[in-house]
């Protein structure tokens, strides 16, 4: 099925009424927004009226008016959910300089079904990422991100040098669209296993200038991270740093840019992508302590997996094209859909009911209702021109308003 601006309403956050209401409510300052000096709703003031609106689907807004158009996108109304990427230009060029294309930041906005381009992080120093080059032709050099607290974080990535290209990492808010700097990092890396869990990044293990590095765990609280008093785009936080944890037992981790899945407090990562034979191990974040993988989850972890608010985790077998849920208590995976598109998959996000795979070869993102049963697929492809190479699922970015008067209108 191909990808509709109705399939696609269906990715937002599954809110109650009272928490919408409580969203709208705790906004300091609202929006008054008018179209030919009409109110939102007649015989009611603006502040209200937005209350009263926030409850209903934003698709519904979109449709309406104007007005309304507007409002779904000012810092005042409960974000939906979007899709962000980073895209790769797919044109061909010389292989001298195949390794020195530039990555663009960008979102599939699903209320409008529009690609929009991310602001331009930081450019001082200019940031060089290597994704390809002539010497590793047919393998793509890792960008690592996760996403935590609503906020894109960029962690780790390899520069012209082959070196670590972060010394401390980038974190994109949607909401204010601005870059913010993170702390510096205790040991710069790349190659490294990457996670967040409750409000705290983690990073393990990796490739950087000494080989302590491999078995080295640090983690980020991202504390007022989204505080409304916070205003300093290029600044650092003064209570943000890293601290060391308890290393590794070995340097298994540092073979692949490894993604370390939260869930219930803890974080579960495996050394080996793909179906290739593996050793997993979970991390425990509130006793800083290590221990193996139960058996029934590290047999079917076969592929990318994710996890939905960090209590469910799924995994797509990009094998066989199979997307499984995992029962802790049965310590087996469940069999929620087969599909062709999810074969090669190379990347699993969730959020708002939805599991979106990352599909190998140009394939687009193939986005699963899970609530549904059967599990509805449908699939977003990205722009002309370009291919995804990761993707996170995080709150629409709010925009200007004469922005959305020239370009949704």
């Known amino acids: 099925m191909s990808s509709t601006k109705v399939e ?5 956050p599954t809110t109650t009424t009272t928490t919408a209401i409580a969203a709208a409510s705790k906004c300091q300052k609202h929006h008054h927004y008018h179209y030919n000096n009409q109110s939102l709703l007649p015989g009611l003031p603006d502040d209200i009226a937005q209350v009263c609106l926030s409850l209903v689907h934003p698709s519904i807004l979109y449709s309406v008016c104007h007005s309304w158009r507007r409002l779904i996108y000012s810092p005042s109304f ?4 979007s899709i962000y990427t980073l895209l790769l230009s797919t044109k061909s060029v010389d292989q001298a300089s195949n390794h020195s294309r530039s990555v663009e930041f960008s979102c599939f906005e699903p209320i409008s079904c529009k690609w929009l381009s991310l602001p331009k992080p930081p450019q001082e120093p200019p940031i060089q990422f290597l994704v ?3 010497s590793f032709i047919s393998r793509l050099l890792p960008i690592q991100s996760v996403s935590v607290s609503g906020n894109l974080v960029l ?3 390899t520069a012209d040098n082959f070196l670590p290209a972060l010394s401390r990492p980038l974190i994109f808010n949607p909401l204010s669209r601005r870059w913010t700097y993170g702390p510096p990092f ?16 983690y990073v393990a293990s990796g490739i950087g200038s000494h080989y302590k590095l491999v078995r080295s765990v640090e983690k980020w609280d991202l504390k007022n991270i989204n505080d409304n008093n916070y205003r300093s785009p290029l600044g650092i936080e003064r209570t943000w740093k890293w601290e060391i944890m308890g290393g590794l037992k070995d340097g298994k981790f540092s073979r692949e840019a490894i993604d370390a899945i939260g869930w219930r407090g803890k974080l579960c990562m495996v050394n080996v992508k ?3 034979a593996k050793e997993g191990i979970i991390y425990d974040v509130k006793t800083d302590a290590w221990a193996e993988m139960p058996e029934g989850m590290l047999v079917g972890w076969r592929g990318p997996a994710t996890a939905m608010n960090e209590e469910t985790i799924y995994v797509v077998d990009e094998t066989k094209g199979v997307l499984r849920e995992y029962d802790s208590d ?3 995976w469940v069999e929620i859909v087969v599909d062709d598109r999810l074969k090669g998959a190379q990347q699993t996000v969730a959020a708002g009911g939805k599991v979106c795979v990352l599909c190998g070869n140009g394939g687009g993102i193939v986005v699963a209702d899970v609530v549904a049963r059967p599990a509805k697929l449908w699939v ?6 370009f291919e995804a190479i990761t993707i996170h699922i995080l709150p629409r970015m709010s925009q200007y308003i004469n922005y959305f008067e020239n370009i949704l209108m």
Request: charged share 15%.
């Open 8 to 12: 696609l309403e269906i990715l937002h």
């Open 78 to 81: 409960p974000p939906f959910l």
């Open 132 to 134: 390809h080059h002539p």
């Open 155 to 157: 962690l780790s990535a």
């Open 186 to 201: 205790a040991a710069p890396r790349r190659w490294c296993a990457a996670g967040a869990s409750r409000g705290v990044v």
């Open 274 to 276: 793909g179906d290739a």
């Open 330 to 332: 049965k310590d087996m």
């Open 380 to 385: 977003v492809n990205t722009p002309a021109g």
